[in-house]
């Protein structure tokens, strides 16, 4: 016996009346067999049957097709839900980091703003010292020339040292006390 495109040549004589294949692809077979009588003439003529084997449903081309295509789409969505997840750690760094930004910029605005008020507060308390001592003409053109005289110095400092500065030489003391 032997099956067209399975096997090579024939096999070799057997007794046994029964044949398995056991792994044969899809496809179209033709079977070949030749008998032999008791004493031991083959007979002319073999016999031949000719049979398909239908493609299991996993060796269809449709399976194999939906098969990639599922594959593709479980990747794809793999993909998106890492995008998703990197999406919103990047999200949430940004907000800690525009929420700490935030903070930072309120408590410069309010201790800058506090700056400014306390230093209108002393300017204004100067301002009444003056007008009650009567030099206030003289205290503000010496600040004028100061400012003039020494412009780096004016930059580098804050405004109350300054002015605290120019009223110790409008008194004409190193402290600047005036009572």
Not at 3 to 32: C, I, K, M
Not at 107 to 132: A, Y
Not at 147 to 162: G, T, V
Request: glycine share 6%.
């Amino acid at each position: 016996y032997r099956l067209e495109n399975v096997d090579q040549a024939w096999s070799e004589p057997t007794a046994v009346r029964e044949v398995d294949y056991t792994n044969v692809p899809p496809g179209r077979f033709t079977f070949h067999v030749q008998a032999r009588n008791s004493d031991g003439a083959w007979n002319g003529q073999e016999a031949a049957m000719t049979f398909d084997i239908e493609p299991a449903f996993w060796q269809n081309r449709t399976y194999r097709l939906f098969g990639v295509a599922g594959v593709l789409l479980l990747g794809w969505s793999f993909y998106r839900l890492r995008l998703r997840q990197l999406t919103a750690t990047a999200d949430l760094r940004y907000s800690e980091r525009l929420a700490e930004r935030t903070r930072i910029a309120r408590e410069l605005h309010d201790t800058l703003l506090q700056s400014f008020q306390g230093l209108m507060l002393r300017l204004q308390l100067v301002d009444e010292l003056l007008v009650l001592l009567g030099h206030k003409r003289t205290f503000w053109c010496r600040i004028v020339l100061w400012d003039h005289a020494y412009p780096r110095q004016a930059h580098k400092r804050n405004a109350s040292r300054h002015i605290w500065r120019a009223w110790r030489m409008l008194r004409g003391t190193k402290t600047g006390r005036y009572l």
